[in-house]
Protein backbone atom coordinates (compact mmCIF):
# COMPACT_ATOMS: atom_id res chain seq x y z
CA UNK A 1 0.00 0.00 0.00
CA UNK A 2 1.26 3.57 -1.10
CA UNK A 3 1.88 5.62 1.64
CA UNK A 4 0.28 9.05 1.30
CA UNK A 5 2.45 12.52 0.85
CA UNK A 6 2.67 14.59 3.54
CA UNK A 7 3.90 17.84 3.99
CA UNK A 8 6.64 19.17 6.02
CA UNK A 9 7.48 22.69 6.97
CA UNK A 10 11.20 23.75 7.93
CA UNK A 11 11.88 27.68 9.03
CA UNK A 12 15.23 28.30 9.37
CA UNK A 13 15.79 30.89 11.90
CA UNK A 14 19.42 31.22 13.31
CA UNK A 15 20.73 34.04 11.96
CA UNK A 16 21.49 37.31 13.74
CA UNK A 17 20.19 39.95 11.65
CA UNK A 18 23.03 42.42 11.70
CA UNK A 19 22.02 44.89 9.10
CA UNK A 20 18.30 45.29 11.78
CA UNK A 21 20.67 47.36 14.07
CA UNK A 22 18.54 45.71 16.48
CA UNK A 23 19.53 44.78 20.06
CA UNK A 24 17.93 41.41 19.19
CA UNK A 25 17.32 38.88 16.44
CA UNK A 26 15.48 40.22 13.36
CA UNK A 27 12.95 37.31 13.88
CA UNK A 28 12.07 38.57 17.86
CA UNK A 29 11.16 42.26 16.47
CA UNK A 30 8.16 43.28 17.60
CA UNK A 31 5.30 43.25 14.62
CA UNK A 32 1.85 43.56 14.79
CA UNK A 33 1.40 43.03 18.76
CA UNK A 34 3.46 39.52 18.15
CA UNK A 35 7.53 38.82 17.23
CA UNK A 36 7.71 38.19 13.57
CA UNK A 37 8.44 34.70 13.88
CA UNK A 38 4.89 34.39 15.55
CA UNK A 39 3.29 35.95 12.79
CA UNK A 40 5.55 33.29 10.59
CA UNK A 41 4.48 30.43 12.13
CA UNK A 42 0.93 31.77 12.88
CA UNK A 43 0.84 32.11 8.93
CA UNK A 44 2.09 28.01 8.19
CA UNK A 45 -0.13 26.68 10.80
CA UNK A 46 -3.51 28.53 9.13
CA UNK A 47 -2.61 27.01 6.46
CA UNK A 48 -3.71 23.66 7.50
CA UNK A 49 -1.06 21.65 5.36
CA UNK A 50 1.57 20.58 7.69
CA UNK A 51 2.13 17.64 9.70
CA UNK A 52 4.80 19.52 11.65
CA UNK A 53 7.00 22.72 11.67
CA UNK A 54 10.72 22.31 12.32
CA UNK A 55 12.29 25.41 13.36
CA UNK A 56 16.24 26.09 13.44
CA UNK A 57 17.13 27.96 16.26
CA UNK A 58 20.68 28.67 17.88
CA UNK A 59 21.41 26.53 20.37
CA UNK A 60 22.26 30.27 22.13
CA UNK A 61 18.97 31.50 21.79
CA UNK A 62 17.27 32.94 25.00
CA UNK A 63 14.52 34.22 23.15
CA UNK A 64 13.30 31.26 21.35
CA UNK A 65 12.11 28.96 24.46
CA UNK A 66 10.21 31.81 26.11
CA UNK A 67 7.66 31.89 23.35
CA UNK A 68 4.63 29.68 23.67
CA UNK A 69 4.56 29.10 20.48
CA UNK A 70 7.96 26.52 20.53
CA UNK A 71 5.63 24.44 22.71
CA UNK A 72 2.93 24.14 20.11
CA UNK A 73 2.35 20.24 19.34
CA UNK A 74 3.36 20.98 15.42
CA UNK A 75 6.31 22.80 15.93
CA UNK A 76 9.62 21.15 16.88
CA UNK A 77 13.14 22.57 17.67
CA UNK A 78 16.11 21.66 15.64
CA UNK A 79 19.95 22.80 16.57
CA UNK A 80 20.30 25.85 13.93
CA UNK A 81 24.02 26.22 12.00
CA UNK A 82 26.55 28.43 10.83
CA UNK A 83 24.38 29.10 7.38
CA UNK A 84 21.17 28.92 6.47
CA UNK A 85 21.75 25.73 4.63
CA UNK A 86 23.20 24.36 7.91
CA UNK A 87 19.72 25.32 9.55
CA UNK A 88 17.37 23.89 6.89
CA UNK A 89 20.17 20.24 6.81
CA UNK A 90 19.57 20.23 10.59
CA UNK A 91 15.78 20.31 10.45
CA UNK A 92 15.53 18.49 8.14
CA UNK A 93 17.41 15.63 10.08
CA UNK A 94 15.32 16.21 12.74
CA UNK A 95 12.41 14.49 11.08
CA UNK A 96 14.61 12.04 9.20
CA UNK A 97 12.04 9.37 11.91
CA UNK A 98 8.70 11.00 10.87
CA UNK A 99 9.28 12.15 7.22
CA UNK A 100 9.65 10.17 4.10
CA UNK A 101 12.04 10.33 1.14
CA UNK A 102 8.58 11.25 -1.45
CA UNK A 103 7.56 13.75 1.01
CA UNK A 104 7.10 17.34 0.35
CA UNK A 105 9.50 19.94 2.65
CA UNK A 106 8.17 23.95 2.46
CA UNK A 107 11.25 25.52 3.39
CA UNK A 108 10.35 29.63 4.59
CA UNK A 109 12.23 32.54 5.59
CA UNK A 110 11.34 33.20 9.37
CA UNK A 111 11.65 36.60 8.09
CA UNK A 112 8.53 36.31 6.06
CA UNK A 113 5.63 37.25 7.95
CA UNK A 114 3.09 38.12 5.34
CA UNK A 115 2.77 34.96 3.89
CA UNK A 116 -0.39 34.01 2.62
CA UNK A 117 -2.28 30.77 2.91
CA UNK A 118 -3.38 31.25 -0.92
CA UNK A 119 0.43 31.62 -1.84
CA UNK A 120 1.17 28.59 0.11
CA UNK A 121 -1.53 26.18 -1.21
CA UNK A 122 -0.88 27.81 -4.82
CA UNK A 123 2.65 26.76 -4.56
CA UNK A 124 1.60 23.32 -3.87
CA UNK A 125 -1.16 22.71 -6.52
CA UNK A 126 1.32 23.55 -8.60
CA UNK A 127 4.15 21.61 -8.06
CA UNK A 128 2.18 18.44 -6.25
CA UNK A 129 2.90 16.03 -9.55
CA UNK A 130 6.60 17.75 -10.43
CA UNK A 131 9.69 15.43 -10.38
CA UNK A 132 11.79 18.23 -8.81
CA UNK A 133 9.70 20.93 -7.34
CA UNK A 134 9.89 25.02 -7.16
CA UNK A 135 9.85 28.09 -5.27
CA UNK A 136 7.88 31.19 -5.01
CA UNK A 137 9.11 33.95 -7.12
CA UNK A 138 8.81 37.34 -8.28
CA UNK A 139 9.70 38.90 -12.06
CA UNK A 140 11.52 41.93 -12.29
CA UNK A 141 10.41 45.25 -13.12
CA UNK A 142 13.10 46.79 -12.85
CA UNK A 143 16.11 47.35 -15.03
CA UNK A 144 19.24 45.39 -13.61
CA UNK A 145 22.64 46.82 -13.90
CA UNK A 146 26.28 44.62 -13.63
CA UNK A 147 27.95 46.19 -11.55
CA UNK A 148 31.77 45.78 -10.74
CA UNK A 149 33.81 48.35 -8.82
CA UNK A 150 30.87 51.00 -8.77
CA UNK A 151 30.99 51.29 -12.21
CA UNK A 152 27.62 49.87 -15.09
CA UNK A 153 29.65 46.58 -16.96
CA UNK A 154 26.07 45.76 -18.66
CA UNK A 155 22.52 45.27 -18.27
CA UNK A 156 20.79 41.96 -17.64
CA UNK A 157 17.67 41.25 -19.57
CA UNK A 158 14.85 41.42 -16.58
CA UNK A 159 12.70 38.89 -19.09
CA UNK A 160 15.15 36.49 -17.68
CA UNK A 161 15.03 37.69 -13.73
CA UNK A 162 13.31 36.43 -11.29
CA UNK A 163 13.49 37.42 -7.37
CA UNK A 164 12.98 34.30 -5.23
CA UNK A 165 10.81 33.84 -2.54
CA UNK A 166 9.91 31.52 0.40
CA UNK A 167 8.36 29.15 0.79
CA UNK A 168 10.41 26.85 -1.96
CA UNK A 169 9.33 23.04 -1.80
CA UNK A 170 10.88 20.21 -2.48
CA UNK A 171 11.28 16.68 -1.81
CA UNK A 172 12.62 15.62 1.48
CA UNK A 173 14.68 13.02 0.35
CA UNK A 174 16.10 14.91 -2.61
CA UNK A 175 16.49 18.51 -0.50
CA UNK A 176 18.30 16.30 2.11
CA UNK A 177 20.60 14.92 -0.59
CA UNK A 178 21.16 17.95 -2.69
CA UNK A 179 22.11 20.21 1.09
CA UNK A 180 24.54 17.31 2.08
CA UNK A 181 26.87 17.43 -0.94
CA UNK A 182 26.06 20.97 -1.31
CA UNK A 183 27.53 21.41 2.62
CA UNK A 184 30.37 24.05 2.95
CA UNK A 185 29.85 26.10 -0.46
CA UNK A 186 29.06 29.61 -0.59
CA UNK A 187 26.77 29.17 -3.28
CA UNK A 188 24.30 27.24 -1.77
CA UNK A 189 22.26 30.94 -1.14
CA UNK A 190 18.45 28.84 -0.82
CA UNK A 191 17.26 25.69 -1.44
CA UNK A 192 16.58 26.01 -4.98
CA UNK A 193 20.49 26.18 -6.00
CA UNK A 194 21.16 23.48 -4.34
CA UNK A 195 18.75 21.57 -6.05
CA UNK A 196 20.36 23.52 -9.29
CA UNK A 197 24.27 22.08 -8.40
CA UNK A 198 23.13 19.03 -9.32
CA UNK A 199 21.79 19.81 -12.50
CA UNK A 200 18.27 19.70 -12.10
CA UNK A 201 15.93 22.94 -12.72
CA UNK A 202 13.40 23.91 -10.07
CA UNK A 203 10.46 25.47 -11.47
CA UNK A 204 9.07 28.82 -10.80
CA UNK A 205 5.53 29.92 -9.25
CA UNK A 206 4.41 33.40 -8.94
CA UNK A 207 4.14 34.58 -5.84
CA UNK A 208 2.77 37.85 -4.34
CA UNK A 209 4.77 40.92 -4.01
CA UNK A 210 3.21 41.52 -0.25
CA UNK A 211 5.16 38.51 0.49
CA UNK A 212 8.16 40.72 1.90
CA UNK A 213 11.74 39.74 4.30
CA UNK A 214 12.37 42.04 6.64
CA UNK A 215 15.88 42.92 6.59
CA UNK A 216 16.02 46.45 7.11
CA UNK A 217 14.55 48.68 9.97
CA UNK A 218 12.06 50.26 7.52
CA UNK A 219 10.92 47.09 6.29
CA UNK A 220 9.07 46.70 10.02
CA UNK A 221 6.57 49.14 8.77
CA UNK A 222 6.42 48.02 5.81
CA UNK A 223 5.20 44.83 6.88
CA UNK A 224 2.63 46.03 9.95
CA UNK A 225 0.75 47.89 6.47
CA UNK A 226 0.86 44.47 4.33
CA UNK A 227 -0.71 42.62 7.33
CA UNK A 228 -3.33 45.55 8.59
CA UNK A 229 -4.58 45.33 4.56
CA UNK A 230 -4.12 41.46 3.99
CA UNK A 231 -6.73 41.29 7.23
CA UNK A 232 -8.95 43.87 5.87
CA UNK A 233 -9.52 41.50 2.76
Request: hydrophobic share 40%; proline share 5%.
Amino acid sequence: MTQAIKFWAVVPAAGVGKRMQSDRPKQYLELAGKTVIEQTLTRLLDAEVFSAIAVAISVEDPYWPELELSRHPQVLTAPGGKERADSVLSALKSLQDRANHDDWVLVHDAARPCITSEDIHKLIATLADDEVGGILALSSHDTLKDVQDNAIVGTLDRRHIWRALTPQMFRYGMLKVALTEAEGNPMITDEASALELKGLKPKIVEGRPDNLKITRPEDLALATFYLEQQAAR
